[in-house]
Structures are given as structure tokens and as C-alpha cells.
DNA sequence: CTTTACTATGACGCGAACGTCAAAGGTCCC
DNA sequence: GGGACCTTTGACGTTCGCGTCATAGTAAAG
């Protein structure tokens, strides 16, 4: 394994020590591996997680605590289904799983929404662009 | 013409009271008319102004400056092209306004890539639902 | 084993975007 | 015209998302 500490992570993800140990601290990532004088070691794992978690958060333009919910309620569910005969702790009850499949298709219905403001402001943000552009060209 | 307070106003676009102040006292939005008292008294334009200035800044992730930022350069772009033959001090300089085409040209790019990036979420959401879908129907 | 360069933790600081409260005044209805 | 209920301004408080020290420990090189 490649590990590296925190501060090639934060030159390859472009986030700021200070933010990846803040991400940490409110369980928006995983706790990475640590030496055995407590220094953090990311995997490329690590790494690529963080990626995901700032992308979402940049361009959802979720609070960190929304995000942080949908990861978990997104694990949860991943583990439920590969330890489908289990009967570990972290399985889910049936009635939570119906509260979960609500809020996921709530917020499917809130991102298409955001699409489709977006997609009318890229519209406006267009016409703006051709006037300018039209008053550039006389 | 058909005034309201803004009580009223609050409770049609669903923002509190204060915010609306706060969007006035940073520039977001025109000051509205005043009465004698001066109570501030809004009309259906003015509503709809809120409205879009906190829908652009929901579903778009800007911050308040620079939307408004975004929002002085619209109204001066409209306003140049009105008044197309007057020497007025809102005229914009040529090379100011190729500079405000560089920019919006920018953030349109950025829309582009936060819209794509919001599909490969969607995605990833709609995934999500299907396998608890899967995991309810057994 | 020392030096040099990171790292960890804790604590305080800070700007944005409001919330909240107080004091003073405005509106409206009977 | 006198309550009951808004509104305004000002000021201070709060939460989020980190930035920025300070202090102490750790890693790696020579």
C-alpha cells in the first residue's frame, strides 16, 4: 500500500490540511490509518473519498451535515445488502429502510428541481453573454 | 398598484423577515418604496426580484456577493443597451465590458461542469434508490 | 543523536448570513 | 383616539467552515 501523509493529500485533492482534519473531526470522512506516533496515513482510497465529498459539497452546494447523512444512510445500505443473512448490528429494520427510500426519493426530487433552476439561469447567464458579445461587435 | 408589508411579502416568498432586510442592507435587492412612516411597502416586482435573487442563490451555491455582483453587471449591461446612444456615467467602457464578457464566458464554463457533476450525483442517487427498492421487494 | 521539517491537538479568531432582543415609532380597527 | 399589533433601527448573539497561532510530539536525513 501507498500511503502518504497529510500533506501530499492535501496537494493532490487541493483541500487544505485544516479542512481535511476538520472533515475528520465531523465525520464527514473516515478516520484515515495512523503511524504509530499518531501521524494520519491516506490510502489512494482515502483520497479518492475525499475527492467525492468536496465535489458534492462544492457543486450540490449541500451543508457538510446533509452530506454527511446521505453518506451514512449510503454505507448502511451497502452493508446491508452484501451481509444480506447476517444479523450484525448494523442491519437495518425493514421500517427504516421504507424511511430511507422516502428521503432518498426527496431529495432526488430537490436535486432535479436544482437542474432545472440551473438550467434556466445557464439560459439567462446565455442571453447576458450575447449582448455583451453583440455590443462588443459593432 | 397592490402593496404589501413585509410580513406579507416574507410569507409569500418564504424567507424571514430579517433576511429580506439583510438582502436590502447588503444591496441584493432595490429598496423597496417607503409609507410616510416609512414602512417598507412592496409590489408584485419587487416579490418576484426575492424570489429569484434566493432561488439563484439555493440552487447555484453563490454567495450573496457574488450574486451580486453578477446582478449590478446584468442591470448595467440592460441599462448600456437602452440608452445605446447616450454619453449618461452608466455607460460601460470597452474594455470593461470586454472584461465582463471574459467573466460571465467563465462562469458559464463553471455552470457547465457543476450541471455534469450534478448528473453523475443524480446518478448515483437514483442507483442508491434502486437497491433499496430491491432490498423492500423481497 | 541532533537537526530540520512535518504533524497533532487545542484554542482562539473571523467573515458570512442571518437570529434575537430592545426601544421607539407606525397602522389599523372599533 | 386608544389599544393591539405590526414595523424600524441598532446592537449583540450564533452557527458554520474553516484560518491561524502556540505548543508539543514525530519522521527522516546526516
Do not use: C
Request: glycine share 4%; proline share 1%; hydrophobic share 35%.
Amino acid at each position: 500500500m501507498n500511503w502518504i501523509k497529510i500533506d501530499e493529500a492535501a496537494k493532490i485533492t487541493g483541500i487544505t490540511k485544516r479542512a481535511i482534519r476538520y472533515y475528520e473531526e465531523i465525520g464527514l470522512i473516515h478516520p484515515p490509518e495512523r503511524s504509530d506516533g499518531q501521524v494520519r496515513l491516506y490510502t489512494d482510497e482515502d483520497v479518492k473519498q475525499l475527492k467525492r465529498v468536496v465535489d458534492a459539497k462544492e457543486v450540490l452546494g449541500f451543508s457538510l451535515q446533509e452530506l454527511q447523512h446521505f453518506l451514512s444512510i449510503k454505507e448502511r445500505v451497502l452493508e446491508h445488502k452484501d451481509q444480506y443473512e447476517s444479523t450484525k448490528d448494523t442491519t437495518i429494520q425493514q421500517s427504516e429502510l421504507e424511511e430511507i427510500a422516502v428521503g432518498l426519493k426527496e431529495q432526488e426530487k430537490m436535486l432535479q428541481q436544482k437542474m432545472e433552476k440551473m438550467k434556466s439561469f445557464q439560459e439567462e447567464l446565455k442571453d447576458l453573454i450575447q449582448k455583451v458579445d453583440s455590443l462588443l461587435n459593432v
